[in-house]
C-alpha cells in the first residue's frame, strides 16, 4: 500500500495553527468559494435549527450563516484551536455572566474525520473547502450522516484532481509527493449514495488565480495552511538544483505575465432521507408467523 498521499493530521493542525493570524489576509479563494457556497441557499427552501460548520477556521462561513439564519445555534468544529481564537469574539467577563443565547456560536476543537457529536444533532452540516484534509472520506460521510437529523441537509466543497496541477507539473519527476490528493466529483457522489444520502448533487468549476512568481504561490499556500503535509512529502528543504528546475517547468506555464495557480472546485450537497419502512405483504405475514 502507498502511504505517500495519507495526510499527517498533526501537521494540518500544527499548519492551520501557525497559520491562523494570517489567514484571513490571504483566504481570498475560500472567502469567495464560501460566498458561491452561500447563494445556493436561496433555492433551498430550509430553516435549520443547528447548523454545524466543519472545518470552521476563522469563522466566516459561521458568522455568514448566522446571519441568514439568526435562530439558529451553530456549532464550530476545527481541528485546529489557534482558528477559533482568531473566530471567536472578545466578550467581556460581565457579560459571560449573563444567560447564553440560542444562537450563541458553540466552538468545538474537533477532526470532522472523527466527528465528535451526538447521533442526530444537525439540521445543516456546511463544510466549506475542508473534506479535502480527509484521508478516508467514506468514513467522514459516514459520521455526517450520523450527526445529521432525519431530513437534514449536508452541504460542502471541497477540491477536485486538477487542483493545483501547474504546481504537479512543475515537481514531476520528483520522487516526493508535492501536491495533496484530491477525490474525483463523481466518487464523491458515489460515497455519498453509498452512505445513505439522498438526491446528491454535484457540479464544479475552475478558479484560477495568477501570481508574479513561484515564491508569491508558495508564500498564499502557507499562509493559509496549504501546503503539502502529506507522509510522502520531502522533510527536508528542497535543494537547490531540484527546486530551480522546478521553477523553469513553472514558468513555462507563464501566459501574459503571471503565473496560474488552478483550483477545481467541487460542490455537493444531499440530504439525508426518511427511513424506509419494509412493506410487509400477506405472504410475508404469514411465513413470519404473524396470522
Not at 25 to 37: F, G, K, S, Y
Request: charged share 20%; net charge positive.
Amino acid at each position: 500500500m502507498n502511504y505517500d498521499h495519507i495526510i499527517d493530521k498533526r501537521q494540518v493542525r500544527s499548519s492551520f495553527g501557525r497559520a491562523a493570524s494570517s489567514y484571513d489576509r490571504t483566504a481570498i479563494l475560500q472567502r469567495e468559494v464560501c460566498d458561491r457556497m452561500l447563494s445556493r441557499l436561496d433555492y433551498i427552501k430550509y430553516t435549520p435549527d443547528v447548523i454545524v460548520d466543519a472545518g470552521s477556521g476563522t469563522g466566516y462561513g459561521s458568522r455568514k450563516l448566522l446571519t441568514r439564519y439568526p435562530a439558529a445555534r451553530i456549532l464550530a468544529i476545527d481541528i485546529a484551536a489557534a482558528m477559533h481564537f482568531q473566530a471567536r469574539p472578545s466578550i467581556p467577563w460581565w457579560k459571560q455572566l449573563l444567560p447564553v443565547r440560542e444562537n450563541q456560536t458553540s466552538y468545538v476543537c474537533g477532526d470532522m474525520e472523527q466527528m465528535p457529536l451526538k447521533d442526530m444533532c444537525a439540521g445543516l452540516v456546511w463544510s466549506n473547502l475542508a473534506l479535502q484534509w480527509c484521508n478516508d472520506l467514506k468514513q467522514t460521510l459516514a459520521g455526517i450522516h450520523r450527526i445529521l437529523q432525519t431530513s437534514g441537509l449536508f452541504m460542502f466543497s471541497t477540491f477536485g484532481p486538477d487542483t493545483l496541477k501547474e504546481l504537479r507539473q512543475a515537481f514531476r519527476g520528483d520522487s516526493y509527493s508535492h501536491v495533496n490528493r484530491f477525490t474525483d466529483m463523481h466518487d464523491i457522489g458515489d460515497m455519498l449514495v453509498h452512505n445513505g444520502f439522498a438526491t446528491p448533487v454535484m457540479d464544479m468549476e475552475y478558479i484560477t488565480l495568477t501570481y508574479d512568481d513561484v515564491t508569491s504561490v508558495m508564500r498564499d499556500l502557507k499562509a493559509i495552511g496549504a501546503h503539502n503535509v502529506t507522509q510522502g512529502r520531502r522533510r527536508g528543504l528542497t535543494g537547490k538544483t531540484a527546486w530551480q528546475k522546478a521553477i523553469n517547468h513553472y514558468e513555462a506555464l507563464r501566459m501574459e505575465g503571471k503565473l496560474p495557480a488552478t483550483f477545481e472546485v467541487v460542490y455537493g450537497h444531499a440530504w439525508k432521507p426518511q427511513p424506509r419502512t419494509p412493506i410487509v405483504t400477506p405472504e410475508l405475514r404469514r411465513q413470519l408467523g404473524l396470522v
